[in-house]
């Protein structure tokens, strides 16, 4: 009488829970302990509901629940969300992020952009953190974007005032075609304007001038390079020379630089010339007063190019370096390095994507990520306004999955490491739980995959499908 009326019992309040499910979804299924609570892992009564055995469940041959999964995720974290829940809020939800799959770690739903040049690094300059690599440890020929480091050096070795005057090893030290102020042996210009001639106009000689004014000459100053370099935490970079003309042996990685990058613009001399679009340069003694400008393209307003936030940059270009392009940026009090190397004419496009994704992670992506409702289907935009397709997420601690036309999933799903899971009406995945499912009991756990052939945390037995063995 005792086992009867606690049966009933067990009906009535999973009927009084059925009543308040939305109509959207699938029912959420109620377990047989007491209270009707799907947060517990407490097992099911001597006496639950269910009827006899002769479903074969989930995990057998002929399976169970509404469809088959199509990921080949081996499944994620141990959220177990609220049986009762009334779906996700059409409204964007704060910090949503995309679960790694391996016990509800979070990482951010941006998708990363897709970077044409071989090497290519995004950090974080508050922290000197990589926010996106690629071949970041890689050797490439920078070409003039060692020039950061030039303008860097001299800037924290010489007065602006100082007054530089080029040799004839700095003026006839050049491989043919190399970019020139059209100096001559005795040419005279001040620090300050040779640093606007080198960042600007990416003038090789005005490169060797600096560079032996500030170390007596051009090696030696190399020797200065290579010296600093290693003071910023550069572990692959050899410099050769000033100016980043070919030579086998003048080399960094996307890192390295980055990090160059990262102390030139910490350092206000070299921020500021290399954030200016025009100067004009004196006369010299075979050409008249010139005005030069800026070489790296997302500085101006007028160009398809530009890009908001742009600080400055160093452009560079060698036969065997191919493109490389530095950029600093900042928005909204983040300021972001982007470094290029080796890339066929898309420098900028990649920077821009960098820089877009880069902003997009350091602001959280609550303005673009949310969940979209078509009738009684939800899908999840990310912050790269796709929806989420084929792939776990963790949105607000709890684990869901999307199969491959962009639906939440709700119900069973079995994927490719033979594991089954269930997803409540509101989509959150079920773990360390009990669920019923015509008429039969099945344990969830802690991981989220129905356990099979095995005994309960709580105590009571699984059979081969998974089933209650009662």
Same mark, same amino acid.
Request: proline share 3%.
């Given at each position: ?14 009927? $009084? ?43 057998? $041959? ?95 070795k010489c007065s602006l005032d100082d007054t530089v005057t080029f ?257 409540? $009406? ?45």
């Amino acid at each position: 009488m005792v086992k009867r009326f606690n049966r009933i019992w067990s009906i009535a309040i999973s009927l $009084s829970l059925l009543a308040s499910v939305p109509a959207f979804g699938d029912i959420p299924i109620v377990p047989p302990i007491s209270g009707g609570s799907d947060n517990g892992i407490s097992g099911p009564e001597t006496a639950g509901p269910g009827g006899d055995n002769t479903q074969s469940g989930p995990g057998a $041959s002929t399976g169970t629940g509404n469809s088959t999964g199509t990921g080949t995720s081996t499944g994620t974290g141990t959220s177990t969300g609220s049986g009762t829940s009334t779906g996700p809020s059409t409204s964007a939800g704060p910090g949503a992020t995309q679960g790694s799959g391996t016990g509800g770690s979070v990482v951010n739903t941006l998708k990363q952009p897709e970077i044409q040049a071989q090497g290519a690094v995004l950090m974080d300059a508050a922290t000197g953190n990589l926010l996106y690599s690629k071949e970041a440890e890689t050797k490439f020929y920078p070409a003039s974007i060692t020039k950061l480091m030039t303008a860097l050096l001299v800037a924290e070795k010489c007065s602006l005032d100082d007054t530089v005057t080029f040799s004839k090893t700095a003026v006839t030290n050049l491989e043919s075609g190399a970019v020139t102020l059209g100096l001559v042996e005795g040419d005279k210009l001040t620090v300050r304007q040779s640093l606007y001639g080198l960042l600007l106009k990416s003038a090789n000689e005005v490169a060797n001038g600096l560079a032996e004014h500030t170390a007596g000459s051009i090696s030696k100053f190399a020797d200065m390079m290579n010296a600093r370099a290693k003071e910023l935490g550069c572990t692959n970079t050899n410099f050769v020379n000033p100016n980043g003309l070919n030579n086998s042996n003048h080399y960094t990685t996307p890192h390295d630089m980055a990090l160059i990058a990262r102390a030139a613009f910490q350092n206000g001399t070299v921020s500021k010339i290399a954030s200016t679009l025009s100067y004009q340069i004196p006369a010299t003694q075979k050409a008249a007063a010139r005005t030069i400008s800026l070489g790296h393209k997302m500085l101006y307003p007028n160009d398809a190019r530009y890009y908001q936030g742009v600080i400055g940059g160093k452009t560079g270009y060698t036969s065997l370096a191919g493109n490389t392009l530095v950029t600093c940026a900042e928005r909204d009090g983040v300021r972001l390095i982007a470094v290029i190397m080796k890339s066929k004419s898309t420098q900028y496009t990649d920077t821009s994507a960098l820089l877009d994704y880069g902003f997009a992670l350091k602001s959280g992506g609550s303005q673009t990520a949310k969940w979209q409702q078509e009738g009684a289907k939800w899908y999840f935009v990310k912050n790269d306004g796709n929806r989420a397709a084929n792939e776990w997420m963790t949105i607000d601690g709890a684990d869901y999955w999307f199969d491959s036309d962009g639906t939440m999933a709700t119900g069973w799903r079995h994927y490719s490491n033979d594991a089954w899971y269930y997803f409540k $009406s509101g989509g959150a995945m079920a773990s360390s739980t009990w669920v019923e499912s015509d008429g039969q009991w099945f344990y969830l756990g802690a991981d989220g995959a129905m356990m099979k052939n095995t005994v309960t945390p709580d105590g009571y037995t699984l059979d081969a499908s998974g089933v209650w063995v009662k």
